[in-house]
């Protein structure tokens, strides 16, 4: 067919062999499209989704994660403080009893002392009344026997006034001793009522 | 040769001097020399450069959004992100919207139109090429005949057939007595003006597209080698042929979206019963 010739073309009438052409390249297009191309996009659009939507999840598993940990850490913080707390406690009433416990030992102590020193106070003082008795009757015969110009020869008469003589002074001692309340007190004062 | 460089030679030769003026291009520019012709069965086959370009451009965006999906990442590369952004507006702008939640099953044949009216109506403008296989009515009318097999079928699949044809004769809210008039026109409008309008619309935007800027172009090169004062007005001529190619670039994508829309509308009808 001469397509250059002058007759008329109807540009509304189709050749029938470029209708089946058309068919043919659409319907390859459209399989090809169909087949791969499109659902490979729609694998990709959903892998895509799945990707952010997964990122997503994973962000706030993590933040639940972190809340979770500050939670405990938060737990665990006031729980040593309230142990803390506990042992504070525990140290002050610890501390206070052994206060006072060491207190008691050293009222005991100074009682003991003080006792002790009474005792020695009172040892002294016996020791002191009894070497007294003997130099006092020494110095008294002495001091008689001088001032008498005389020596007493029966020794068993002296001694025997000497020791009547002691033996009031000694009662005499004592009464002061017991009635002063004192006692220790070495010095002799005569009573009026002897 | 191609027919507009027939039309240019014949721009030229006006030049010679027997008064014919401007010859303006005709319709042989849809006719161009048949290269390859041969029979099949009675029917006869002529690939004509027009039918070389419906090839070509079919094998590209073919070969491009293979290419794009062979290895596809969470993270798109240029190409992936193009081919994937092309899918969607027609996926979920298209398929999902207009058709509704039952829609998405369409989506792959919505997307196949789209690209293919697309790619096909690009060659209008790209240089040596320059003719949209678009503006052959065959073509058009070979994918308004599938969408007007598809919405039938689709129809009738989801309604029953009877359901389907008496809601297409007898719109549900009409008056009795408007029915003289509605019926015949409804039935002429789902069955027959529908696929006509579709093909036709598509068709004759690239089919006038390509002449007017067959026009603009002839008429620079007319007005520049004129010998008169009409000169001055060649730049105008070569402008507006620019301008007319940016104007064309919108026809492009905006006749294969209005395209599928309107198939996808169609698809809806169908899917959802008249109310």
Same mark, same amino acid.
């Given at each position: 067919?001469?397509?250059?010739?002058?007759?008329?073309?109807?540009?509304?009438?189709?050749?029938?062999?470029?209708?089946?052409?058309?068919?043919?390249?659409?319907?390859?297009?459209?399989?090809?499209?169909?087949?791969?191309?499109?659902?490979?996009?729609?694998?990709?659009?959903? /892998?895509?989704?799945?990707?952010?939507?997964?990122?997503?999840?994973?962000?706030?598993?993590?933040?639940?994660?972190?809340?979770?940990?500050?939670?405990?850490?938060?737990?665990?913080?006031?729980?040593?403080?309230?142990?803390?707390a506990q042992i504070r406690d525990a140290a002050r009433a610890e501390g206070q009893q052994i206060i006072e416990e060491?207190?008691?030992?050293?009222?005991?102590?100074?009682?003991?002392?003080? /006792?002790?020193?009474?005792?020695?106070?009172?040892?002294? =003082?016996?020791?002191?009344?009894?070497?007294? =008795?003997?130099?006092?009757?020494?110095?008294?015969?002495?001091?008689?026997?001088?001032?008498?110009?005389?020596?007493?020869?029966?020794?068993? =008469?002296?001694?025997?006034?000497?020791?009547?003589?002691?033996?009031?002074?000694?009662?005499?001692?004592?009464?002061?001793?017991?009635?002063?309340?004192?006692?220790?007190?070495?010095?002799?004062?005569?009573?009026?009522?002897? | 040769?191609?027919?507009?460089?027939?039309?240019?030679?014949?721009?030229?030769?006006? +030049?010679?001097?027997?008064?014919?003026?401007?010859?303006?291009?005709?319709?042989? +520019?849809?006719?161009?020399?048949?290269?390859?012709?041969?029979?099949?069965?009675?029917?006869?086959?002529?690939?004509?450069?027009?039918?070389?370009?419906?090839?070509?451009?079919?094998?590209?965006?073919?070969?491009?959004?293979?290419?794009?999906?062979?290895?596809?990442?969470?993270?798109?590369?240029?190409?992936?992100?193009?081919?994937?952004?092309?899918?969607?507006?027609?996926?979920?702008?298209?398929?999902?919207?207009?058709?509704?939640?039952?829609?998405?099953?369409?989506?792959?044949?919505?997307?196949?139109?789209?690209?293919?009216?697309?790619?096909?109506?690009?060659?209008?403008?790209?240089?040596?090429?320059?003719?949209?296989?678009?503006?052959?009515?065959?073509?058009?009318?070979?994918?308004?005949?599938?969408?007007?097999?598809?919405?039938?079928?689709?129809?009738?699949?989801?309604?029953?057939?009877?359901?389907?044809?008496?809601?297409?004769?007898?719109?549900?809210?009409?008056?009795?007595?408007?029915?003289?008039?509605?019926?015949?026109? +409804?039935?002429?409008?789902?069955?027959?003006?529908?696929?006509?309008?579709?093909?036709?619309?598509?068709?004759?935007?690239?089919?006038?597209?390509?002449?007017?800027?067959?026009?603009?172009?002839?008429?620079?090169?007319?007005?520049?080698?004129?010998?008169?004062?009409?000169?001055?007005?060649?730049?105008?001529?070569?402008?507006?042929?620019?301008?007319?190619?940016?104007?064309?670039?919108?026809?492009?994508?905006?006749?294969?979206?209005?395209?599928?829309?309107?198939?996808?509308?169609?698809?809806?009808?169908?899917?959802?019963?008249?109310?």
């Amino acid at each position: 067919m001469n397509i250059l010739a002058a007759e008329e073309h109807n540009p509304l009438i189709p050749p029938v062999g470029e209708i089946i052409v058309g068919i043919i390249a659409f319907a390859i297009l459209y399989f090809v499209l169909a087949k791969f191309v499109f659902p490979q996009m729609e694998k990709t659009f959903v /892998a895509r989704r799945e990707a952010i939507e997964g990122g997503i999840e994973r962000a706030e598993a993590m933040q639940a994660e972190a809340k979770a940990a500050l939670e405990q850490y938060r737990a665990q913080l006031a729980e040593a403080r309230t142990e803390a707390a506990q042992i504070r406690d525990a140290a002050r009433a610890e501390g206070q009893q052994i206060i006072e416990e060491l207190r008691a030992q050293a009222q005991e102590e100074s009682a003991r002392i003080v /006792a002790r020193g009474e005792e020695q106070l009172a040892a002294s =003082r016996q020791q002191v009344v009894t070497e007294l =008795r003997g130099q006092i009757g020494t110095l008294a015969v002495d001091l008689a026997g001088r001032v008498v110009g005389e020596s007493l020869a029966d020794d068993a =008469r002296r001694s025997g006034t000497v020791d009547r003589f002691l033996d009031d002074l000694d009662g005499m001692t004592a009464a002061s001793s017991s009635s002063d309340g004192r006692g220790g007190s070495s010095v002799y004062v005569p009573q009026d009522a002897r | 040769m191609t027919s507009s460089a027939l039309a240019l030679v014949n721009v030229l030769a006006a +030049e010679g001097g027997d008064g014919s003026g401007f010859e303006s291009p005709t319709i042989e +520019e849809f006719y161009p020399e048949s290269l390859v012709s041969f029979s099949v069965f009675g029917i006869d086959f002529e690939f004509t450069r027009i039918t070389f370009i419906l090839i070509i451009a079919t094998a590209l965006i073919l070969a491009l959004l293979v290419a794009a999906m062979r290895r596809p990442g969470i993270v798109p590369g240029k190409m992936q992100w193009l081919a994937e952004s092309g899918y969607s507006v027609v996926r979920d702008g298209i398929a999902r919207d207009v058709i509704g939640p039952k829609g998405l099953p369409f989506a792959p044949f919505l997307g196949s139109l789209f690209f293919f009216i697309l790619a096909n109506n690009a060659m209008s403008i790209v240089p040596f090429l320059q003719i949209s296989p678009m503006s052959r009515f065959a073509f058009p009318l070979v994918l308004a005949v599938f969408v007007w097999i598809l919405y039938n079928y689709v129809g009738i699949r989801e309604q029953g057939a009877g359901r389907y044809f008496k809601d297409a004769a007898v719109p549900p809210g009409v008056p009795a007595a408007a029915l003289i008039l509605v019926t015949p026109i +409804e039935l002429l409008q789902v069955f027959i003006i529908r696929p006509f309008t579709l093909a036709v619309r598509l068709f004759a935007n690239m089919f006038a597209g390509h002449m007017l800027l067959v026009v603009f172009s002839l008429g620079a090169v007319y007005l520049i080698q004129v010998g008169n004062f009409s000169a001055v007005f060649a730049p105008l001529s070569l402008l507006m042929a620019i301008v007319m190619t940016f104007f064309e670039l919108l026809v492009i994508v905006l006749q294969a979206y209005v395209f599928t829309v309107l198939t996808a509308t169609y698809l809806n009808g169908s899917v959802e019963p008249a109310h």
